[in-house]
Structures are given as structure tokens and as C-alpha cells.
């Protein structure tokens, strides 16, 4: 590899602002005071914190200085694996930023939101045309809440026809907050291998299923990577047992416009708008987890719901069989006008061309690099491909140090130790918004890093070089964590 993107730069080193400040510096000239002074009552003053005195150039230069040691989706690539970190159009930010729609406040009666509403009521209407479903609800505020509310809808499901089940069948190619979403539900969860290809046997299905089994959790691309080719077969099993299928949607980015879920026989889907249909979810949110649902789920939906009556949209709560209100007001709205945005200036054509353009990109990194990094299925990926460090094991070089030396070439580190099926595993998904040269440079990239794991280990060993921080003590970190601040 002849340039790298990743250099040490000029990157200065920042204190806490309470050690930049000196008593008299101010940032702002008040006008001059035209009232008399009035002294308060001790008892209310108490003692307050304590702000440091800081001129404006301290505080300018302070957060600039901050922004250069972050990473994201607007810096470069950012490959990390069943996230789909792609890029936001910035008209999307544009959109939710309109007054109409950021001054917006959920206390406001139905007739001074209808522009809010009749946004959120036809937003449905555009999942449920995307993936095949009858009926959405956008209250969920993240993925995991999603999958806790599909898990409350199953129950409810069940519930209502005097069947008391007790288990859910989660496969090891699922998402691992799966089974803490059924556990919150009363579920047990019920361990499945999937087969030598990575994705679920009929066979192993129809052997757990069973009558006190509510049915089944399946991630749809799975985290291998991999269309569950037999999505068919187990659903049919699953249902003629009196099961539902609940379908993980994290990984939707792939199927856009191209998998009816609801054919398949999926009976809950859960979305997330911030992965899918743009707004990526890096600094912890906020995100947004609709729950698509079959027409025999819609009456347990959240409420409110958003209802259109004579041409007017308003909130709802007169369903008696819902499961209730799952979240403050009516959900992450914000996020919701940004995937609105998205899929208006997408187009159907546009969206189901991403997830072509999403699969390309995956598929083209695993075929140029599956002779350089062992890959454990090697058959047609989705969004995105697992490979593991099986190859540089005998040089002692593991994925974690490879990714840290990823860094030093300018790249954020892809999703790594997931799936827990492959060893080491390290799983990379490019997205669709990533151009072929970009996509090359993160190929010569690992390259190059395999060729050192060879022939200079010891460069891999004691990577990052370039970064602000070298290699930290992660298992310091997490057993003894400074809260402190």
C-alpha cells in the first residue's frame, strides 16, 4: 500500500475546561446593568457549581479541538458490521430542523400538529409497503425496544387465545439482545445451531418446536451475513404448530424493496429507522425501532396510534386489546421525520437499488480479501461478510490487534468477536453509500495489515501508533471503571 489516510497530524493535546479557566476571563460583554442590585437570601443561593471563567477563543478552540479527535460516519468509512453506519444526507437534517417540525411540542392539540401527524401516519403506510407488513406502530424508541415490543405483541397474541407458552427458540445467528427481550416477557429462551452453511435446518426447527413453544426469533439477514434460504420451510413449521415468527429487521439494509416479509411468513418485524433508512446511530441515539405486524397483530398495537378521520389525523387510544403505551408520548419523532425525508427522496427504485448497491459492496470485499483472511462460509453474502483471524493465529496476531492497526491507516475498526459462532470473528459491511476507490483503499488496507502480521507482527502488536491514545487497558476499563468524571 503506498499512502495511507491515517496520520498522526497536527492533533493538540486538551484540558477540562476548569483547568483552562483563570478567574476575570469572560466570553460575553453584558450590557450595562440598568437595575438595582438586590441581594438574595443566603438559603438560596446555596453554594452552585462551580463554572470555570473561560474568554470565547478558549471555548471555540476547546470543542474544536474535541471534533478532531472524533470519528464517524461524515469522517470516512465507518464498516461496522449489523450497524449499516452509512452515510446521512444532510437534507434529511435539513427537514427535521424545519421550525414547523422542530418547534413541534407532543403537548400541542391534534389541530395544530396535523402537519406532524399526517408525517407520521403516512410514514407507516411506507414501512408497511416496504417490507410487505399490514400494519406499523412508531412508538419504539431503539432496536431492543422493538424486539420488546414484538416480544409483548407475541404474548398478547397468545395470550388472547387462552394458550399459556412458555419458551421462544432463538438461533445462534441471532442478534444478542434477542433473548433479553424474550426474557423480559416471561419467555425462556431456547438455544438453535444453525447448520454447516450458517443458516437455520427445517429439521432442527421442527425438532423444538412444540407446544408450549410461542414461537421463534429469527434475524433475517442473519449476523453471518447469509439470507436464511429456508425462511419458508421453518415458518410453515413454526405456524402450523401455533407459533409466530418474530424477524429481527436490523439487517434490512440488504432486502429493501426486494423481500416481501410478510410472504416469507413473518408475523413481527421490527425496523430500525436509524440504521436503514439513514440517521446513524453513533453517540448513543437517539434511534427509532417501528414494529411491523400482520393483519391478526394489529389490535395489540401501542397506542396512541395516529388515526385519519375525514381528512383529519389525530391520536387514538380506543383499541381495548393493545398492549399499552410503550414509550413517553409518541416515539423518537426527529428520527422519524429524517427517514421520511430519506425514503421521499429515495424513491422505490432508489431504495431497492441501495440494498443492491449494499449486497455488491459486501460480496465485492469477500471475494478480494477471502484468500487473504479465512472465511468460514464461503458462498454469496448480504450486506455484509465474516471473516476470522484463523490465518494469523500462528504469528499470535489476533482480530483485535489487526483492527487496531486499522486505525492507524485511517479506518474506523469493523465489528469484531460477532457473531459468537465464528472464532475471532471480524465483520465488515460497507454499506451502499461507500464508492469502489474508497472500498479498494479499506481492501489494501487490510492487506497490508496481513502482510505485516507476517513479516513485521510486532508493528500489528503494539497498534495504534497514530491515534491521539495508544492501545488502552480494556480490561482495567471495564473491571474498574472511573465514573467519576
Request: glycine residues 10%; hydrophobic residues 35%.
Amino acid at each position: 500500500m503506498k499512502d495511507s489516510q491515517g496520520t498522526s497530524g497536527l492533533i493538540l493535546n486538551e484540558p477540562l475546561l476548569w483547568e483552562k479557566g483563570k478567574p476575570g476571563r469572560h466570553g460575553f460583554s453584558f450590557p450595562r446593568r440598568d437595575v438595582e442590585i438586590n441581594e438574595l437570601n443566603e438559603n438560596l443561593i446555596g453554594e452552585g457549581p462551580d463554572f470555570p471563567d473561560l474568554s470565547e477563543v478558549d471555548v471555540v478552540r476547546h470543542y474544536t479541538r474535541l471534533s478532531q479527535w472524533n470519528f464517524g460516519a461524515d469522517t470516512g468509512m465507518y464498516p461496522l458490521g449489523s450497524c449499516t453506519m452509512k452515510y446521512n444526507p444532510k437534507t434529511n437534517e435539513k427537514q427535521a430542523n424545519l421550525p414547523g417540525f422542530a418547534k413541534a411540542h407532543p403537548f400541542l392539540s391534534s389541530g395544530l400538529s396535523q402537519g406532524v401527524l399526517k408525517l407520521m401516519f403516512d410514514l407507516k403506510g411506507f414501512l408497511s409497503e416496504i417490507t410487505g407488513m399490514d400494519a406499523v406502530t412508531l412508538q419504539p424508541a431503539a432496536g431492543a425496544h422493538g424486539e420488546f415490543a414484538g416480544m409483548l405483541l407475541i404474548h398478547a397474541f397468545h395470550k388472547s387465545k387462552g394458550m399459556k407458552r412458555t419458551k421462544i427458540i432463538i438461533p445462534d445467528t441471532a442478534h444478542g439482545t434477542n433473548p433479553a427481550s424474550a426474557s423480559l416477557c416471561g419467555f425462556r429462551s431456547i438455544p438453535l445451531k444453525s447448520n454447516e452453511d450458517g443458516i437455520l435446518s427445517p429439521e432442527a426447527v421442527s425438532e423444538i418446536m412444540d407446544a408450549e413453544t410461542a414461537g421463534i426469533m429469527v434475524t433475517n439477514p442473519n449476523t453471518l451475513g447469509l439470507f436464511e434460504d429456508n425462511i419458508r420451510e421453518v415458518t410453515d413449521i413454526v405456524h402450523k404448530r401455533g407459533g409466530l415468527v418474530y424477524c429481527d429487521g436490523a439487517n434490512m439494509n440488504a432486502v429493501m424493496g426486494i423481500v416481501d416479509m410478510g410472504e416469507i411468513g413473518i408475523d413481527v418485524l421490527h425496523l430500525n429507522l436509524h440504521k436503514t433508512f439513514s440517521t446513524p446511530h453513533g453517540g448513543g441515539g437517539p434511534g427509532s425501532g417501528p414494529v411491523c405486524v400482520g393483519k391478526h397483530l394489529e389490535p395489540f398495537l401501542p397506542i396512541p396510534r395516529v388515526v385519519q378521520t375525514n381528512g383529519k389525523y389525530s391520536l387514538s387510544e380506543d383499541f381495548p386489546d393493545s398492549i399499552g403505551k410503550i414509550h413517553a408520548f409518541y416515539g423518537n419523532v426527529g428520527v422519524m421525520i429524517k427517514a421520511y425525508s430519506y425514503i421521499l427522496s429515495m424513491g422505490p427504485e432508489n431504495l431497492k437499488k441501495a440494498s443492491q448497491l449494499a449486497v455488491l459492496n459486501a460480496n465485492y470485499i469477500k471475494e478480494k480479501l477471502k484468500k487473504i483472511f479465512h472465511l468460514p462460509h464461503d458462498k454469496p453474502c448480504m450486506h455484509e461478510c465474516v471473516f476470522s483471524d484463523k490465518f494469523q493465529k500462528n504469528n499470535k496476531i489476533t482480530t483485535h490487534d489487526m483492527v487496531k492497526r486499522l486505525m492507524d491507516y485511517g479506518f474506523h475498526p469493523p465489528t469484531i468477536y460477532f457473531p459468537l459462532v465464528v472464532n475471532g470473528a471480524m465483520m465488515i459491511e460497507p454499506t451502499e453509500t461507500e464508492s469502489k476507490e474508497d472500498i479498494d483503499f479499506f481492501i489494501e488496507a487490510l492487506a497490508a495489515i496481513a502482510d505485516e502480521a507476517q513479516n513485521n507482527p510486532d508493528r500489528v502488536r503494539n497498534a495504534p501508533q497514530k491515534c491521539k491514545v495508544r492501545r488502552l487497558d480494556e480490561t482495567a476499563a471495564a473491571r474498574r471503571p472511573c465514573l467519576s468524571g
